[in-house]
């Protein structure tokens, strides 16, 4: 039986066992999957002993770049992207990205074009590099970084608020179960948002709406969590685990099985 795992800081609304435990079944693999908290203090210890124990494992927040510098090799995508979501072990422990796979997947899937649109990415994390990278490849107008501490070319919400239209997409935990913060813009500012938005994606899938897509469904806009997206990378990751294609309607099927759809 091979092992597998997320790694992550906080995991309690993870929904990846449930997933992958129904891609094990499905296609008849000999597996498990579970979920490991590691503190801050103690990521590379630990990494580097899970390293040895799992046959592979996925990253989430906080440690999509913090993993990199532990791993033999980056392929070169998620080298680009500046993030890993996916580690694979064979001659080498290596690093990939599927999040660029499963967040493109999702837009096509709801029907939302950032085709010649400008776009704003609410946070700066390795999901943020992901969108950015997926979002740029679709052919965006032009992809803004928003921050509460901008960077360079970065800006703040309060600009967001003067020069937004476009596409919005929320990379931050705001609107997460158990989060306190139960929405990335303040509720004062939505509506002036929504009102110059084309749509909303919000990579949120825990809870299955958010406030912010909420709202923005109830002003017209197309909108969607990030269920279709966490789906579609976890198969993806299962292919470069298990070396070989995985159905091509597997990430439908699952989400209609799993009653997520």
Known sequence: MNHYALIGEKLGHSLSVPIHEAIFQRLHIDADYRLIEIPRDAFVPTVRRLIQELDGFNVT??????????????????????????????????????????????????????????CYVLGGGGTAKTALAALTAMGAQSVTVVSRHPGEGQIDYARLNEVFSG?????????????KDPCPIDQAALPGILARAKGVVDVIYNPPETLLTAAAKAAGVPACTGLYMLIDQAVAAESLWQGYPMPADLTQTLMKELKLL
Do not use: S, W
């Open 167 to 179: 596409i919005l997409v929320n990379t931050t935990p705001a609107g997460m179960l158990y989060q």
């Open 61 to 118: 927040i906080p440690y999509k770049q913090e993993v990199m510098p532990l791993l033999d090799e980056i392929v070169p995508a998620a080298q680009a992207i500046g993030a890993v979501n996916t580690v694979v072990k064979g001659v080498k422990v290596c690093g990939h990205n599927t999040d660029v796979l499963g967040f493109t997947a999702m837009l096509r899937h709801y029907g939302i074009d950032p085709a010649g649109q400008p």
